[in-house]
């Protein structure tokens, strides 16, 4: 198994431009998660998927939109983007009724 | 890779030694505590968790301690070695939630 993958690894973009961000799972697991990493602030959760066809905002959902395409795949997208979104983005999942997340390794986006 | 976390607290230990990482919650509806491991340019990894209705529990070389009265957790870790220099991540999670808040994380450095 994989396990949780994303891409792409590193993404450069100008201020005002659009991308999305793509992640999948191998595991079957139920819910998906985008947090972003900020240095000294830890992960703060962006949006979930707590089950296929169902999303959540969660502490930083602003500016960013989701799509949960299937049971595998969960994309975040940067409509417009800004330099405050850069940031390190992380994906995990997680089974039902379970709560310990596998992450994936991660795209660094940098907004200039 | 990835410079996550410019200004986190730093623990120096030297190899061989015990570690014990600690952190403080707020949210007294939290019934559910995890410690992740996060090596540079890598997604966190799961150590080990804790369910409010216990004070301890023991992993592989690994002890987590939550102390309800004063909303303290902390994470042993025993004859710590190079490989376990990172930075961890303690999260909790809200009764009724199905995500995770994660704290700002505390660098491990072992000492040959």
């Known amino acids: 198994n994989a396990g949780v993958t994303q891409t792409p690894k590193f993404q450069v973009l100008k201020t005002g431009q659009s991308m999305t961000l793509q992640c999948a799972q191998d595991m079957n697991h139920n819910s998906m998660y985008w947090y972003r990493q900020d240095p000294g602030m830890g992960l703060r959760l962006i949006y979930y998927s707590a089950s296929e066809g169902t999303t959540d905002k969660g502490e930083v959902p602003n500016g960013y939109n989701v799509s949960r395409l299937n049971k595998r795949e969960f994309s975040l997208r940067l409509e417009s983007a800004a330099p405050s979104q850069t940031s390190v983005y992380f994906c995990?999942?997680?089974?039902?009724?379970?709560?310990?997340?596998?992450f994936g390794p991660g795209t660094r986006l940098t907004v200039t | 890779g990835e410079s996550v976390g410019l200004h986190l607290p730093t623990l120096s230990v030297q190899e061989g030694d015990n570690s014990i990482i600690n952190c403080a919650y707020s949210?007294?509806?939290?019934?559910?505590f995890i410690w992740y491991k996060q090596e540079s340019g890598k997604g966190p990894q799961f150590i080990i968790d804790?369910?409010?209705?216990?004070d301890k529990r023991q992993g592989q070389r690994v002890t987590v301690l939550l102390n309800k009265t004063v909303k303290h957790l902390s994470l042993q870790i025993a004859a710590t070695q190079p490989g376990d220099s990172a930075v961890y991540f303690c999260?909790?999670?809200?009764?009724?939630?199905?995500?995770?808040?994660f704290g700002s994380g505390t660098r491990l450095q072992v000492q040959p």
């Open positions: 995990a999942s997680t089974r039902l009724w379970e709560y310990e997340q596998y």
């Open positions: 949210n007294s509806a939290s019934d559910y």
């Open positions: 999260a909790e999670r809200e009764t009724g939630r199905r995500a995770l808040t």
């Open positions: 804790i369910r409010s209705n216990m």
